[in-house]
Nanobody
């Protein structure tokens, strides 16, 4: 059973930065994808960014391109999301997820196939 533990959420002013991390335990596959989804109040959960364990493929939602960076430490089974130039529209609960590939996990038109979800961490962007 895969368990995901997120950390790094909090309150930040518009224009500020936050870094999230998510560590997986019980993940024994060599090839997988990890990523981040977010759910704003009153909205559906949406994919933000994903990365393959080989670091050869990434996905970013259009709304975060150029502002968010994703990275992964395969030896630690940990994925990181560096968020900069945050706006109130970035507010929401951020969930970590692991799946078989970037396409199957994160791409909007894909199946959103997940092996596990984290409990979520709150990110609030407000003055």
């Amino acid at each position: 059973q895969i368990e995901l533990v997120e950390s790094g959420g909090g309150l930040v002013q518009p224009g500020g930065s936050l870094a999230l991390s998510c560590a997986a335990s019980g993940l024994t596959k060599d090839f997988y994808a990890m990523g981040w989804f977010r759910q704003a109040p009153g909205k559906e959960r949406e994919g933000v960014s994903c990365i393959s364990s080989t670091q050869t493929m990434t996905y970013f939602d259009d709304s975060v391109k150029g502002r968010f960076t994703i990275s992964i430490d395969n030896s630690k089974k940990t994925v990181y999301l560096q968020m900069t130039s945050l706006t109130p529209e970035d507010t929401g609960v951020y969930y970590c997820a692991v799946g078989p590939s970037v396409y199957r996990l994160c791409i909007p038109e894909g199946p959103h196939e997940t092996d596990s979800w984290g409990p979520g961490t709150q990110v609030s962007v407000s003055a």
